[in-house]
């Protein structure tokens, strides 16, 4: 009923940018908070940066200055705009969405499929 499509991955050289995108479609109510995550090859996924339907923002830490979050509600999409990548950057990105589907009660934790980011020169 619902699907996340993440796009905007790539391979870029330390130093460069990226933007990432997600969009939401389906039988969707609301949307609540919306997220990235990222998983390195060996290790757990992790979080990179929250949003809420209000705006409110939360980053890891180790992309704090370098990434930017932002989200389009009209067009139940994402983004993470990133900037001075580095090659700890390298991972698979999986964006986060929790969901309200018309005529359900609850909210669900929605996952796109991910995208690979390779930092190398």
Not at 10 to 36: E, K
Not at 39 to 45: D, H, I, L, S, T
Not at 85 to 113: H, P
């Amino acid at each position: 009923q619902v699907q996340l499509v993440e796009s905007g991955g790539g391979l870029v050289q330390p130093g460069g940018s990226l933007r990432l995108s997600c969009a939401a479609s389906g039988t969707i109510f609301i949307i609540n908070d919306m997220g990235w995550y990222r998983q390195a090859p060996g290790k757990e996924r992790e979080l990179v940066a929250t949003i809420t339907s209000g705006g409110t923002i939360n980053y890891a830490d180790s992309v704090k200055g370098r990434f930017t979050i932002s989200r389009d509600n009209a067009k139940n999409t994402v983004y993470l705009q990133m900037k001075s990548l580095k090659s700890e950057d390298t991972a698979v990105y999986y964006c986060n969405a929790f969901i309200r589907v018309m005529g359900k009660s609850y909210v669900y934790a929605y996952w796109g499929q991910g995208t690979q980011v390779t930092v190398s020169s």
